[in-house]
């Protein structure tokens, strides 16, 4: 089988790559790797979700689902340092890149591979690719470690499925609304 993002334990060779992108007027510079998603650049995804979702609380436990190398993770602590952020996946090599960007940074940020929540917000580029039924059953899994009045933000590609994507969060008990459509990505606010 061939490896994806989504490996746990990614066997390809780490070269790594210096990932630049702006948050708030700050450039940043992160390390990326191959075997982890979008390794070589920031996703044009995280880049809308980044840029049009709304602002973190300025307290409270964040998680970045699904952290990559950890560009929303960072840029979750950069906007609220008194916030617990949290950064989670399933690939062991995209945890250790989050956990040493974030040192880099000087951001605290709580790397692991789960956590039982609760969360005040989530923000996450879903791993669309891992296939319709490992998808819900991630986002099932992890909405429901939202707070009471929490609530997830999400970016989608259209054409990888955000509409039906939000029929569906919609049908199990997740409302869900679209907040912006920026170059055929879909933010999403579910609850």
Same mark, same amino acid.
């Given at each position: 089988?061939?490896?994806?993002?989504?490996?746990?334990?990614?066997?390809?060779?780490?070269?790594?790559?210096?990932?630049?992108? &702006?948050?708030?007027?700050?450039?940043?510079? /992160?390390?990326?790797?191959? !075997?982890?998603?979008? $390794?070589?650049?920031?996703?044009?995804?995280?880049?809308?979700?980044?840029?049009?979702?709304? &602002?973190?609380?300025?307290? $409270?436990?964040?998680? %970045?689902?699904?952290? !990559?190398? $950890? *560009? #929303?993770?960072?840029? /979750?602590?950069? =906007?609220?340092?008194?916030? %617990?952020?949290?950064?989670? %996946?399933?690939?062991? &090599?995209?945890?250790?890149?989050?956990?040493?960007?974030?040192?880099?940074?000087?951001?605290?940020?709580?790397?692991?591979?789960?956590?039982?929540?609760?969360?005040?917000? #989530?923000?996450?580029?879903?791993? #669309? =690719? #891992?296939?319709?039924?490992?998808?819900?059953?991630?986002?099932?899994?992890?909405? !429901?470690?939202?707070? *009471?009045?929490?609530?997830?933000? /999400?970016?989608?590609? &259209?054409?990888?499925?955000?509409?039906?994507?939000? =029929?569906?969060?919609?049908?199990? $008990?997740?409302?869900?609304?679209? /907040?912006?459509?920026?170059?055929?990505?879909?933010?999403?606010?579910?609850?």
């Amino acid at each position: 089988m061939a490896e994806h993002y989504f490996t746990a334990a990614p066997s390809s060779p780490a070269a790594t790559h210096d990932v630049p992108f &702006r948050v708030d007027g700050r450039d940043l510079v /992160l390390q990326a790797a191959a !075997g982890v998603f979008s $390794g070589t650049r920031l996703d044009p995804g995280t880049a809308v979700l980044l840029e049009h979702a709304p &602002r973190p609380p300025a307290t $409270g436990r964040l998680l %970045d689902l699904g952290c !990559g190398y $950890g *560009p #929303i993770a960072c840029a /979750l602590s950069l =906007r609220s340092p008194a916030a %617990d952020v949290v950064a989670v %996946d399933v690939n062991e &090599r995209a945890r250790e890149l989050t956990a040493a960007n974030a040192a880099t940074l000087g951001l605290a940020v709580t790397v692991t591979a789960d956590d039982d929540g609760p969360f005040d917000a #989530i923000w996450s580029n879903p791993p #669309i =690719r #891992i296939g319709k039924a490992a998808l819900h059953a991630l986002l099932l899994r992890w909405l !429901g470690r939202l707070a *009471p009045e929490g609530v997830a933000y /999400l970016v989608v590609q &259209r054409n990888l499925g955000s509409d039906s994507l939000q =029929r569906w969060l919609d049908s199990v $008990g997740h409302p869900t609304e679209r /907040l912006t459509s920026v170059r055929g990505y879909r933010v999403l606010a579910t609850r």
